[in-house]
T-cell receptor, first 118, second 112 residues
Framework: QQQVKQSPQSLIVQKGGISIINCAYE??????FPWYQQFPGKGPALLIA?????SEKKEGRFTISFNKSAKQFSLHIMDSQPGDSATYFC?????????????????FGQGTILTVHP | NAGVTQTPKFQVLKTGQSMTLQCAQD?????MSWYRQDPGMGLRLIHY???????DQGEVPNGYNVSRSTTEDFPLRLLSAAPSQTSVYFC???????????FGSGTRLTVV
């Protein structure tokens, strides 16, 4: 099974600081690496994603860095705000499988609980 | 559009009972998945589907069955509930993995 290892498990930063969350993955059927954000009592929601043709993707204060050779990618949150306090999940597609359904499989990391203090 | 609708929102089962968690989407998405969320374990994939009639196992399929007879519905069946199946269950759908999954609001299941 696809393994997606996420760290740290929890993270506390001060308002205005930089939050960094890391993920490592194994072989995937294709290169697509999203980050999801989840608030208490809600389902996860897509935050930002990177596709195979770039090594970095930036949307506002959120940036994904992607290192294909190391099979790692990370989320950077610049100028962290208390409203960013949530659980963050990285995800990766499944490995190629004999049934040919791996293109529909998305495996998530263990999650990082981010707390931003005012 | 309602998005992804999961029912029920809360459920308490006794060990050995069976039940079906319902999931319906009105976005004509081909891809649907079931995840369970447990503290410290993240979101673990139970089963997924890439279209009507096509399902496959995820990381933790034991004790669960699925079927996909229509594009809209993807029910998850617990065959004989066990306390280890106490969890929050999320259903998600997408027109493409790269389009991002839309998640339902979850079903909190307790097995006693």
């Amino acid at each position: 099974q696809q393994q997606v290892k996420q760290s740290p498990q929890s993270l506390i930063v001060q308002k205005g600081g930089i939050s960094i969350i890391n993920c490592a993955y194994e072989n995937t059927a294709f290169d697509y690496f999203p980050w999801y954000q989840q608030f208490p009592g809600k389902g996860p929601a897509l935050l930002i994603a990177i596709r195979p043709d770039v090594s970095e993707k930036k949307e506002g204060r959120f940036t994904i860095s992607f290192n294909k050779s190391a099979k790692q990618f990370s989320l950077h949150i610049m100028d962290s705000q208390p409203g960013d306090s949530a659980t963050y999940f990285c995800a990766a597609p499944g490995r190629p499988n004999a049934g040919g359904t791996s293109y529909g499989k998305l495996t998530f990391g263990q999650g990082t609980i981010l707390t931003v203090h005012p | 559009n309602a998005g992804v609708t999961q029912t029920p929102k809360f459920q308490v089962l006794k060990t050995g009972q069976s039940m079906t968690l319902q999931c319906a989407q009105d976005m004509n998405h081909e891809y649907m998945s079931w995840y369970r969320q447990d503290p410290g374990m993240g979101l673990r994939l139970i089963h997924y589907s890439v279209g009507a009639g096509i399902t496959d196992q995820g990381e933790v399929p034991n004790g669960y069955n699925v079927s996909r007879s229509t594009t809209e519905d993807f029910p998850l069946r617990l065959l004989s509930a066990a306390p280890s199946q106490t969890s929050v269950y999320f259903c998600a759908s997408s027109y493409s993995i790269m389009g991002g999954y839309t998640f339902g609001s979850g079903t909190r299941l307790t097995v006693v």
